[in-house]
């Protein structure tokens, strides 16, 4: 305490004390036991403002002496098992020298795919990641002095380049490369990119790059096999200059099923590492065809212009069928299109109706209402009404597909003949009516739901004029058969929305990012965060199973499946007090991408030592490396002085205090007469 807040509250005490003797004793003769405890409380009122105005403090100073940070940042991947040893002695050697210890407080860390504090290592890591361990931790000790020593080989197989990072100014890494720097001849097959799924007897392609590692002139085969059979070949030669070659070929698929796809390269005489020299994925081949009916008994260029736009995609085949000619060969149909119907349709649409399969219903001058109202429930048209000219309008707000690229401009009108419009379930309109230059409050074509069937209705004939003008708005027909090609993809989807939907991949390469996410919702269609999902998986190999909890993230469930080992596996997901699962298979393939590496890469360890304002070593120069941390100047211990300044004096018990030195004093005054 300072000594002029010492005098102040001396001089405090002081007034207060003459304050009170003038009030209770000046020309005062009678003096009793009363006289005295008013003159006590007045002084102690009295004297309690002043000290709350005064507000004495004390302060007190606490010295410590800082020591900068020592980070030691070790790879846990497999990729430096071999190299355990090493890294673990240089470990003990830095944190047993006595004087790092004086200099330095320590921090261990390991990295993989993420960086997390340690207690030890297991060097089973399937992923790397150097750069995004480097920024977290520069998060960390963003505001404090620090070394940071990085034990790796160098291989990073995710994330950005870390040999450019740029550490902040109080960070300095010091790289230390452990491993085989020595560069040996390999070959290397890449990542083989194809498709998730392909149709039935149609090509899909696939494309990887071959690379080499080496100074000489080498020459190499490539393969490629599908479902066990060798479906491409190519000689390759490579040289220190020509050192990758893209691969990219068309596989036909022939059967339906999943099918393995293998990348193989021959191996060099000198080569060490023939762990990848060889990559697999999958495919899994359905046969999804679409047959569509066509039903008419009028000859019209709408018949030509739809087969054409709907078989433009060769998933689909259209059949056109003369309703009164006797057809056999109806109940592989998946989808009918029934064009200006009439009563010799109806054995189509009561086969149609037994089926519950999807249907398009086209309307024109050549269609008899009247049967087409009592033939079905879903919508009635009024008949008797001209021949008129049609415009359609697009509906911008149309949902049920994307229809944003589809453009209608100076596209002739349709002809049609249909009265009013009425649905008996609920509908969405594509494209609205436009007759004579008025927008009419009724659909030209149009969209509608029953239980799980989707149809359409088009109440116009001409539609070929539409493909026609497509062609010489643009060139091609590509606007209207896209257009055809959407509305088809939606009739011929019989998805429906599923509470309990599920994100997987059919192949894992390695278990490293083998995750089945699921999302559930209640009945109201709105995610249930509350749910309990679990997860059977059976391994087909070993014919073993288990079950576990599905973890609640971020607006879905997910289950881990990493320390799986590699197999053929099954899974169901069930909903618990639910009657819903939902089932799936997997592959996770032998595959360690920490092993594709045939040496250290200290040129990039080097790089970013330079970057960050460190320096490199190796394993065999340790004694540099320790050096260079006890020598520096820029990490030195340094005293740190903290002064804590406390208040003499509680604020609100001197306030009670006071006002209750007056309260009391003020109640015996009154008692005795005083005032």
């Known amino acids: 305490m300072e000594g002029q807040t010492v005098l102040l509250i001396l001089f405090a005490a002081i007034t207060a ?69 090493t890294i673990k002695n240089l470990q003990n050697t830095i944190k047993n020298s006595e004087e790092l210890k004086n200099r330095f407080r320590f921090h261990s860390y390991g990295f993989g795919r993420d960086v997390e504090a340690f207690d030890s290592l297991s060097f089973k890591d399937k992923q790397t990641n150097i750069k995004k361990s480097l920024e977290v931790l520069s998060k960390v000790y963003a505001r404090e002095n620090t070394a940071l020593v990085l034990l790796s080989d160098g291989n990073q197989t995710i994330g950005e380049d870390y040999s450019f990072y740029r550490a902040k ?33 149609n090509q899909f392609p696939v494309e990887t790059f071959i690379s080499y590692q080496g100074t000489g002139t080498v020459v190499a085969t490539v393969d490629i096999t599908f479902d066990n059979k060798s479906v491409y070949k190519e000689r390759l030669r490579f040289s220190k200059d020509f050192n990758s070659k893209n691969i990219k070929t068309l596989i036909k698929a022939a059967s339906v099923g999943k099918k393995e796809i293998k990348v193989t390269i021959t191996q060099l005489q000198s080569e060490r590492n023939t762990a990848n020299n060889r990559r697999e994925t999958s495919i899994e081949v359905i046969d999804e065809k679409t047959k569509i009916g066509l039903v008419s008994e009028i000859l019209h260029p709408d018949l030509g212009a739809l087969k054409k736009a709907i078989e433009n995609n060769e998933q689909r085949t259209v059949q056109i069928i003369q309703p009164s000619k006797v057809n056999t060969n109806l109940d592989d149909i998946d989808l009918f299109i029934f064009y200006q119907p009439s009563p010799s349709f109806n054995s189509i649409i009561q086969l149609a109706e037994k089926k ?107 539609i070929w004029k539409w493909r026609l ?92 499946l990493t320390n799986l080992t590699a197999g053929n596996y099954n899974f169901t997901v069930n909903v618990k007090d639910e009657d819903i699962s939902e089932s799936g298979t ?35 120069n340790y004694e540099n490396l320790l050096s260079e941390l006890i020598s520096s100047e820029q990490y030195v211990p340094t005293q740190k002085s903290t002064e804590n300044v406390v208040s003499l004096i509680d604020f609100k018990i001197l306030l009670a205090l006071v006002v209750l030195a007056f309260a009391i004093e003020w109640f015996i005054r009154k008692y005795n007469g005083l005032i």
């Open 17 to 85: 004390l003459v304050v009170t003797l003038f009030q209770y004793h000046y020309k005062t003769k009678k003096r009793n036991k009363i006289t005295l405890l008013l003159s006590f409380l007045r002084f102690i009122g009295i004297f309690g403002i002043l000290l709350l105005l005064i507000n004495p403090k004390f302060s007190s100073t606490t010295y410590t002496v800082a020591q900068p940070n020592l980070l030691i940042v070790t790879d846990n991947s497999s990729s430096v098992a071999e190299s355990a040893n």
């Open 169 to 201: 100014e109080n960070i300095k890494i010091y790289t230390v490369t452990v491993g085989d720097t020595t560069q040996f001849e390999d070959l290397s097959v890449g990542p083989i990119n194809t498709n998730t799924y392909a149709f039935l007897d």
């Open 356 to 462: 519950k399969t999807n249907l398009l219903f086209i309307t024109g001058t050549h269609t008899d209402y009247n049967y087409l109202n009592a033939a079905q429930n879903n919508f009635k048209i009024e008949s008797g009404y001209p021949d008129q000219e049609v415009f359609g309008v697009l509906n911008k707000g149309f949902s049920k597909y994307d229809i944003t690229n589809f453009e209608l401009t100076n596209f002739p009108p349709l002809h049609s003949d249909a009265g009013p419009l009425s649905f008996a379930t609920q509908n969405e309109t594509l494209l609205g009516t436009k007759i004579k230059g008025l927008d009419m409050d009724t659909p030209l074509f149009s969209l509608f739901e029953i239980d799980a069937r989707k149809m359409a209705l088009l109440t116009g004939e001409g």
């Open 469 to 560: 003008q497509s062609y010489r708005n643009s060139g091609d027909f590509t606007n209207f058969d896209t257009f055809i090609g959407n509305l088809f993809r939606y009739l011929s989807s019989d998805k429906t929305k599923d509470r309990l939907n599920l994100d997987y991949s059919s192949r894992y390469e390695g278990n490293s990012m083998a995750y089945i996410s699921a999302t559930f919702f209640d009945e109201a269609y709105s995610f249930d965060g509350n749910a309990q999902l679990s997860i059977t998986i059976v391994n087909d190999d070993a014919n073993k199973s288990r079950t576990m909890p599905m973890i609640l993230k971020n607006g879905y469930f997910e289950a881990d």
């Open 586 to 620: 997997f592959v996770i393939s032998d595959f360690d991408i920490e092993k594709q590496f045939v040496s250290s890469n200290d040129d990039k360890m080097k790089l970013l030592a330079e970057n960050t304002g460190g320096a490199h070593f190796y394993p065999s």
